[in-house]
């Protein structure tokens, strides 16, 4: 509010069409966190970055509104089933809702794990950018974590079986297989209660941190000079 209200503020005296003023409105503008004022040319070859990143963020966002959509007319219950057969043929535009949302999850998990491939081949994960490129792995984890627990909102028989043996994975896990197990299905199996725990994981826990992770790996991007140069 400082750097508005200042003397010499637009607002106090008028906007004079200078190139110095042009810089300063873009310089002092939210927007410029977004977009820097100069851009390094390999930055914007759609060869090199294959815009996999911005994809993968544009991905997030087509599932952010199509999955609030869909949470309109399902129920984390045993009428679960009900809800999405339901949707698909009974509200209008359902069906292409939940595939837009379907497969934009499986593209999601594809785009992200190239866009970290593109990153490594590039050498982008040295300095300065080692933590940002803990950032990426953190966030194709919590991708992944959002595929999974996803799969199992429909409640059909391959949703529960496909669960229960990811499940029983994790209960190999040393030391602590037999809480992993039970942390994930709220039980000793995949019933309503892991149903439920899965829903609250995937429309809120997850996507927050996800949200939390991508405004610290934008923003590292900047901080680090913007997109790293070739090999």
Known sequence: MNSIFRPGSPFRKGYVDSPRNRSYV?????LYHLHPVKVKRHGVRLSYTLCLGGLSFFLFIVLTITGIWLMFYFRPTELAYVDIQNLQTSIAFGSLVRNMHRWG???MVLVVFLHMSRVFYHGAYKAPREFNWVIGVILLLLTLLLSFTGYLLPWDQLAIWAVTVGGNMAGYT???GAQAKFGLFAG???TTATLLRFYVLHVLFLPF???IFM???FWRVRKDGGISGPL
Do not use: D, G
């Not at 873009?26 to 939210?30: C, Q, S, Y």
């Open 26 to 30: 873009v310089m002092n503008n939210v």
């Open 105 to 107: 999850a499986h593209l």
């Open 174 to 176: 040393p030391v602590i």
């Open 188 to 190: 000793l199996e995949a």
């Open 209 to 211: 941190i996800i949200v």
């Open 215 to 217: 405004a610290v790996h």
